[in-house]
């Protein structure tokens, strides 16, 4: 599940965001990919909270106490998502209008550097339960 979402994270990154920016106008592409990144924000709050509910079971079923890196990897991802859409948008929304001391494109620097992180603490889980079943 965890390379799954990787890909469609880099999907998004790699293919989409910038295919969108190539072919059309940018106010259009720009409401292209706020679109795509509100779908997956969407899909980042499921997965996120599935895999930490799969993993917190498979801890109790094995009898293991312990927090593990299957635990913070995604519960970071979601934490990157709930700060680097839910909370920036509606002030990169506002910095579009003129509202706010902050400017836009510091905001889009720090959303674009929590989809990073996030993106990197997926594909870390996966790469960590790519050789073991626990995920």
């Known amino acids: 599940m965890a390379a799954i979402w990787g890909g469609f994270l ?4 790699f293919a989409a965001a ?3 920016f190539a072919v059309l106008e940018r106010a259009q592409a720009g409401e292209l990919v706020g679109r ?3 779908l997956e924000a969407q899909v980042a709050l ?3 909270l599935l895999l930490i509910l799969m993993e917190r079971r ?3 079923d094995t009898g293991s106490n312990n927090l593990s890196a299957e635990f913070f990897l995604p519960a970071g991802a979601l934490f990157c998502t709930v700060a680097g859409y ?3 948008h509606p002030m990169m929304e506002a910095a ?6 902050w400017s836009f494109m510091t905001l889009h620097a720090f959303s674009f550097a929590f989809f990073g992180l996030k993106t990197l603490a997926v594909l870390a889980l996966a ?3 790519s050789n073991n079943s626990k995920v």
């Open 36 to 38: 795509l990144f509100a």
């Open 10 to 13: 880099l999907c998004i990154a």
């Open 18 to 20: 910038p295919a969108a």
């Open 96 to 101: 579009k209008a003129g509202q706010g001391s």
């Open 46 to 48: 499921a997965t996120a």
């Open 86 to 88: 839910y909370a920036l």
């Open 58 to 60: 498979l801890a109790r």
């Open 127 to 129: 790469w960590r339960t």
